[in-house]
């Protein structure tokens, strides 16, 4: 009974805790001056967090403070009774879910403490329980041999349904015959009226043709006129043909003066790069002169360098041989000393 009744307080405050971590300053509040008050700092430090946890897209539960908060509720589950309010917004899932902890905590308490008169008014409950299912039993045989009896008659009615739909159907056959016929003579009003529409559209089609032949000459007309303005345009337009020669061979003299300046200035280039050149010669001596000095130069301190890495070396391995032949003479005199 212990283990449930620690069970469901583990439950009740697992359940209620995204309430409190959804209103951390109400809790802070009322656990303040409690033995629960460290939960405050767990909480507000996670808080600061959140926002670098989402941007990461990392599982907030996956989060090492958010283990912390679960667990130090979970040490703690006593604390629910801080905070009978947040059952009030419980969903259904999670009111279902407690109250079968509850009912199982009740069914385990009656186990425990039933006694052996009440396990005996138990069974008689359960024998009564069961001669009432087999009365009942009897009860719904009867009804399926009702019912079975109401299907029979309800087939009857269907087959007469069936046949007094047959002979509406017959009936509804004859009247689409008269209807089809009666169509038919529409067809044929239908047809002669448009036979007349015809005729009268063919002579409306004749004093349309008129009207086209007035308004072909009209056009004839109309296209003399335009080609004696065509004829104007084509004069104005040569005229700016003459103006757009005369432009482009002002633009040609202009073009070839400045290529003559352009090959002066090439010809100028050309001698200040020779210039260049001779310099250069003379520049490539001077730094191949000074590449030789600083060559020769690096060569001999590198000589130097070698030099007295190779005296050193002498002088540690000599060190070394004579700490050796100190130490092995030592260790000869003491085994001497021992065979003496």
Same mark, same amino acid.
């Given at each position: 009974?212990?283990?449930?009744?620690?069970?469901?307080?583990?439950?009740?405050?697992?359940?209620?805790?995204?309430?409190?971590?959804e209103h951390p300053s109400h809790m802070a509040k009322v656990l303040q001056g409690t033995k629960?008050?460290?939960?405050?700092?767990?909480?507000?430090?996670?808080?600061?967090?959140?926002?670098?946890?989402?941007?990461?897209?990392?599982?907030?539960?996956?989060?090492?403070?958010?283990?912390?908060?679960?667990?130090?509720?979970?040490?703690?589950?006593?604390?629910?009774?801080?905070?009978?309010?947040?059952?009030?917004?419980?969903?259904?899932?999670?009111?279902?879910?407690?109250?079968?902890?509850?009912?199982?905590?009740?069914?385990?308490?009656?186990?425990l403490y039933r006694t052996s008169t009440e396990a005996i008014a138990q069974e008689r409950k359960?024998?009564?329980?069961?001669?009432?299912?087999?009365?009942?039993?009897?009860?719904?045989?009867?009804?399926?041999?009702?019912?079975?009896?109401?299907?029979?008659?309800?087939?009857?009615?269907?087959?007469?349904?069936?046949?007094?739909?047959?002979?509406?159907?017959?009936?509804?056959?004859?009247?689409?015959?008269?209807?089809?016929?009666?169509?038919?003579?529409?067809?044929?009003?239908?047809?002669?009226?448009?036979?007349?529409?015809?005729?009268?559209?063919?002579?409306?089609?004749? @004093? *349309? !043709? $008129?009207?086209?032949?007035?308004? #072909? =000459?009209?056009? %004839?007309?109309?296209?003399?006129? &335009?080609? /004696?303005? +065509?004829?104007?345009?084509?004069?104005?337009?040569?005229?700016?043909?003459?103006?757009?020669?005369?432009?482009?061979?002002?633009?040609?003299?202009?073009?070839?003066?400045?290529?003559?300046?352009?090959? @002066? *200035? !090439? $010809?100028?280039?050309?001698?200040? #790069? =020779?210039?260049? %050149?001779?310099?250069?010669?003379? &520049?490539? /001596?001077? +730094?191949?002169?000074?590449?030789?000095?600083?060559?020769?130069?690096?060569?001999?301190?590198?000589?130097h360098r070698q030099q007295r890495i190779i005296i050193f070396a002498m002088n540690r391995a000599?060190?070394?041989?004579?700490?050796?032949?100190?130490?092995?003479? #030592?260790?000869?005199?003491?085994?001497?000393?021992?065979?003496?």
């Open positions: 009974m212990g283990v449930l009744a620690e069970a469901i307080e583990r439950i009740k405050i697992s359940l209620i805790l995204p309430k409190m971590l629960y008050e460290p939960a405050v700092r767990l909480v507000y430090s996670f808080l600061r967090r959140k926002q670098f946890i989402l941007r990461e897209k990392r599982p907030p539960l996956a989060d090492h403070g958010m283990i912390q908060i679960i667990d130090f509720f979970q040490r703690n589950h006593q604390m629910h009774v801080l905070f009978p309010r947040y059952y009030n917004h419980l969903s259904n899932e999670e009111n279902r879910l407690l109250k079968a902890f509850n009912m199982l905590s009740e069914l385990a308490k009656d186990r359960l024998y009564a329980m069961y001669k009432e299912n087999e009365r009942v039993k009897v009860q719904v045989d009867l009804l399926r041999e009702k019912i079975h009896s109401q299907r029979m008659a309800h087939k009857w009615r269907m087959a007469t349904k069936e046949a007094n739909l047959q002979a509406y159907e017959e009936m509804l056959e004859k009247k689409k015959r008269e209807k089809n016929q009666r169509l038919q003579k529409e067809i044929d009003r239908v047809n002669r009226m448009v036979r007349a529409k015809r005729k009268i559209s063919i002579e409306r089609q004749a @004093e *349309l !043709e $008129e009207k086209l032949e007035t308004t #072909k =000459k009209n056009y %004839d007309a109309s296209t003399k006129a &335009y080609m /004696k303005l +065509e004829m104007a345009n084509r004069e104005e337009k040569n005229k700016l043909i003459l103006q757009l020669q005369a432009l482009i061979k002002k633009y040609d003299h202009v073009i070839g003066e400045r290529m003559i300046e352009n090959i @002066e *200035l !090439e $010809e100028q280039y050309k001698a200040a #790069k =020779k210039v260049l %050149d001779d310099f250069m010669v003379g &520049y490539r /001596k001077v +730094e191949r002169v000074y590449k030789e000095v600083v060559v020769k130069r690096e060569e001999e301190e590198a000589r000599a060190s070394k041989i004579q700490k050796y032949w100190r130490k092995w003479k #030592k260790h000869m005199r003491k085994k001497n000393r021992r065979i003496r």
